[in-house]
C-alpha cells in the first residue's frame, strides 16, 4: 500500500512540474499580448494563471510533505499540509476575482479598442494548454489538494474559452465593452470554485465530519454488529482530504477478551466497507456511563445508585 502511495505520489510531482514550466511560459505570453492587445480579459487571465502557478506550486511542496511519514512530534504525519495549501489557494482565487470585478468596473466606464484577432490566438493557446494540464491533473491523485488545483486548471481553460468567443463577438459588432464583460465572468466562475474549496477545507480543519458521513448511519451500522448494546461518544473527523478516523465508546456485556475481539473485528470490517474509516479509536464498556459537558465518564453500578439518589 506505501508503495503505491509513492507511485501516486511520484507521478503528480512529475505533472505538477511540467504544469509549472508550461503555466510560467502562459503567463509571460498573457502579459505581452495583453498590454498589445489593451485586453482587459487576456490580463485577467494572466492574473488567473498567476494564481495557478502559486497554487501548482503550493500543491507540489504539500504533495512532497503529505509523503514524510508520521513521527514523534507529528503523530499523524503531514497529511493536511495538502489542505492548508488548498486553503491558501481557494482564499488566493476568492482575492483574484474581486480584483478582476475591480478593474472591469473600471473600463466598462471607459472601453479601450481591443485587438480582436491577438486576444482570440493567444486564448486559443490558452485553452489547449490548460485542457492538457487539467486533464493531466484529473488522471492523478485526487485529494483536496490536487482537486483545487485541478479547480484553476479547469475555470482557466472555459474562461480562456470564453475569451475567444469575446474576441469573435468584438470582431463581429465592434462593441469594445465585451472585453470586461467577459471579465465579470471570468471573475464570477473563480470566485465560485474558489468558495467551494474553501468550505471544504475548513471543515476539515476544523474537525467537522467528512462529506458524505452521517453519524446515525455509523452509529446504525455499529450498533447492527452482534453485541453491541449502545454506541456513544462517536466523533468522526478528517485528518486529510482522504482519510478519516473515529473515535467511540461502545457498551458491550461482560464478557471474556476472546468475544469482545470477534466484535472490534465486525465493527472495523463494517466501517472499512461502508464509510472507508481505517483510523480507529474504540473503548469498550460493560458498565453504565454519565455524560458530563460532552466527556462520556464510566462509572460502577454501585455509584450509579448513589447519584440516582
Known amino acids: 500500500m506505501h508503495t503505491h502511495a509513492s507511485h501516486g505520489g511520484e507521478r503528480t510531482s512529475k505533472v505538477l512540474r511540467i504544469s509549472l514550466v508550461a503555466t510560467l511560459a502562459y503567463i509571460v505570453l498573457l502579459v505581452i499580448a495583453g498590454i498589445r492587445a489593451h485586453s482587459l480579459a487576456l490580463l485577467s487571465e494572466a492574473g488567473h494563471n498567476l494564481s495557478d502557478l502559486v497554487a501548482l506550486l503550493l500543491s507540489l511542496v504539500a504533495v512532497y510533505l503529505q509523503a514524510r511519514p508520521p513521527s514523534a512530534t507529528k503523530t499523524y504525519g503531514w497529511h493536511r499540509a495538502g489542505v492548508l495549501a488548498a486553503l491558501v489557494n481557494a482564499a488566493?482565487?476568492?482575492?483574484?476575482?474581486?480584483?478582476?470585478?475591480?478593474?472591469?468596473v473600471k473600463r466598462l466606464r471607459n472601453p479601450e479598442p481591443v485587438h480582436a484577432g491577438l486576444m482570440m490566438g493567444v486564448a486559443a493557446v490558452g485553452v489547449v494548454m490548460n485542457g492538457v494540464i487539467a486533464l493531466m491533473l484529473y488522471k492523478?491523485?485526487?485529494?483536496?489538494?490536487?482537486?483545487?488545483?485541478l479547480l484553476h486548471e479547469i475555470g482557466d481553460t472555459v474562461s480562456t474559452a470564453a475569451v475567444i468567443l469575446g474576441g469573435w463577438a468584438i470582431m463581429a459588432t465592434g462593441h469594445y465593452w465585451i472585453d470586461p464583460a467577459l471579465s465579470f465572468g471570468i471573475g464570477a466562475l473563480i470566485l465560485w470554485s474558489g468558495f467551494?474549496?474553501?468550505?471544504?477545507?475548513?471543515?476539515?480543519?476544523?474537525?467537522?465530519?467528512?462529506?458524505?458521513?452521517?453519524?446515525?448511519?455509523?452509529?446504525?451500522?455499529?450498533c447492527a454488529v452482534e453485541g453491541v448494546n449502545d454506541v456513544h461518544d462517536l466523533h468522526v473527523w478528517s485528518i486529510g482530504s482522504e482519510t478519516a478516523a473515529l473515535s467511540c465508546h461502545i457498551s458491550i456485556a461482560d464478557i471474556p477478551?476472546?468475544?469482545?475481539?470477534?466484535?472490534?473485528?465486525?465493527?472495523?470490517?463494517?466501517?472499512?466497507?461502508?464509510?472507508?474509516?481505517?483510523?480507529?479509536?474504540?473503548?469498550?464498556?460493560?458498565?453504565?456511563?454519565?455524560?458530563?459537558?460532552?466527556?462520556?465518564?464510566?462509572?460502577?453500578?454501585?455509584?450509579?445508585?448513589?447519584?440516582?439518589h
Not at 492523478?140 to 488545483?149: A, E, Q
Not at 467537522?208 to 446515525?216: N, R, V, Y
Open 196 to 222: 467551494g474549496i474553501v468550505r471544504e477545507t475548513l471543515n476539515i480543519l476544523l474537525e467537522g465530519t467528512p462529506q458524505g458521513i452521517k453519524l446515525e448511519r455509523v452509529t446504525a451500522a455499529i
Open 92 to 104: 488566493s482565487l476568492v482575492l483574484i476575482a474581486f480584483f478582476i470585478f475591480y478593474e472591469a
Open 140 to 149: 492523478s491523485h485526487r485529494d483536496v489538494n490536487i482537486r483545487s488545483t
Open 257 to 308: 477478551p476472546s468475544v469482545s475481539e470477534r466484535i472490534l473485528r465486525e465493527v472495523k470490517e463494517r466501517l472499512h466497507g461502508e464509510f472507508h474509516i481505517d483510523h480507529t479509536t474504540i473503548q469498550f464498556e460493560n458498565v453504565v456511563c454519565e455524560v458530563a459537558h460532552g466527556c462520556v465518564i464510566p462509572v460502577s453500578e454501585a455509584e450509579h445508585h448513589g447519584h440516582s
